[in-house]
């Protein structure tokens, strides 16, 4: 279990997929945030893989960007060797 | 989008995903624990519900329960409407 060799950071993985799924449906970072009930600052670290998010809110950001938390995840396990 | 109603918080349902599969891999909480590089009473607490993980440590206990994070999260929302 080689985790760290060639992968990045969950956080930057994570941000990554939010992003990529928010611009998928077309939400603009204000709309995102306000779904989320997230602060949008917040939610631009979060993008920017600087924020260690907890549940709570990764359930927040899941539900907003009509995910379940496996397909959410599933995404974010497809970046783990890439971009 | 009825995210509480019927449903466990997302801490507990993580919690008791964790320790199923634990279970299933036969490891007492000590030995999960040091695989994840978390701490036991942390590990406990977990387990219980009481915690809100961060995405650092998920991932170290998804790798430490040999599951991918989509995997993890699955049996999280197979949970979302039961016990």
């Given at each position: 279990m080689a985790k760290k060799r060639g992968r990045a950071d969950i956080?930057?993985?994570?941000?990554?997929?939010?992003?990529?799924?928010?611009?998928e449906l077309g939400l603009t970072q204000e709309d995102l945030?306000?779904?989320a009930?997230?602060?949008?600052?917040?939610?631009?670290?979060?993008e920017r893989g600087t924020r260690n998010l907890s549940l709570?809110?990764?359930e927040r950001l899941a539900a907003a960007l009509d995910l379940s938390l496996a397909a959410?995840?599933?995404r974010v396990d497809a970046g783990a060797d890439g971009a």
């Open positions: 956080r930057e993985r994570f941000g990554f997929a939010v992003k990529a799924r928010r611009e945030a306000a779904a009930r997230i602060h949008r600052t917040y939610l631009s670290d979060v709570v809110n990764v959410l995840f599933g």
